[in-house]
Nanobody, 132 residues
Framework: QVQLVESGGGQVQPGGSLTLTCAGT????????IGWFRQAPGKEREAVGC????????????LYAESVESRFTISKDYTETTVRLQMNDLRPENTAVYYC?????????????????????WGQGTQVTVAS
């Protein structure tokens, strides 16, 4: 059974850092396009960034929403077969539930999407709270 599990959320002060982890079961996560999204109370789910799936001679490249570029980093951990979201210089407006998502398309080719409609599998989310 395909499942995504997010972890690593918590509460930090403004300017602090957190690393979220996305783990997959039932599929080899690094081969698939993964998106990171967040949803704050009363707001729509919005894109944070994404990374495309690895190919035979290709390693996925991350893409970021403009609001987080230079502060957030998406990477793959090949030892644990997870995707990480490193978040630095966190701000109160970054408070939200963070989700990792996939479209579960193998060998999709280069590229990923910053649109929630492009993904159809996600985990339960992990809460990130940025407050003094």
């Amino acid at each position: 059974q395909v499942q995504l599990v997010e972890s690593g959320g918590g509460q930090v002060q403004p300017g602090g850092s957190l690393t979220l982890t996305c783990a997959g079961t039932g599929f080899h996560l690094p081969y698939y396009r993964i998106g990171w999204f967040r949803q704050a109370p009363g707001k729509e789910r919005e894109a944070v960034g994404c990374i495309d799936g690895d190919g035979r001679s290709y390693r996925g490249v991350p893409l970021y929403a403009e609001s987080v570029e230079s502060r957030f980093t998406i990477s793959k951990d090949y030892t644990e077969t997870t995707v990480r979201l490193q978040m630095n210089d966190l701000r109160p407006e970054n408070t939200a539930v963070y989700y990792c998502e996939t479209d579960l398309v193998l060998n999709a080719g280069p590229g990923c999407y910053l649109k929630v409609q492009k993904y159809d599998r996600w985990g339960q989310g992990t809460q990130v709270t940025v407050a003094s």
